[in-house]
């Protein structure tokens, strides 16, 4: 269920890191790609449960893939196949996040 939680927060971080960054040095951080996702049919009553594959590519290192899994209010569209977001490669959040989605 977190897996869901962490590409949505990888979403809100690029968006934020936009707008806000025009700071000196920055970590170009990990790229994060949609392989493909698909909607399960179990969860609460207005939410849709999600299931996605994602390819986390970081700077310097080998690309790896992991599967995530999130719930998500039925308004939140899912995430979509090529869909890519930057986000930081912080060890610690990447723990936080990828324990999954």
Known sequence: MRSLAVLTTML?????????????S?????LVEVLYSEELPIGPLFYHTVKAAVLVTPP?????????LKV????????R???RVRMPCDSAQLKASFGLF
């Open 72 to 79: 998500i209010p039925w308004q939140v569209p899912p995430p």
């Open 26 to 30: 920055r970590d170009p951080g990990c």
């Open 81 to 83: 196949r090529g869909q």
């Open 60 to 68: 310097g290192a080998p690309p790896f893939e992991t599967t995530l």
């Open 12 to 24: 809100l971080a690029s968006t934020a890191s936009g707008q806000a960054g025009q700071g000196g």
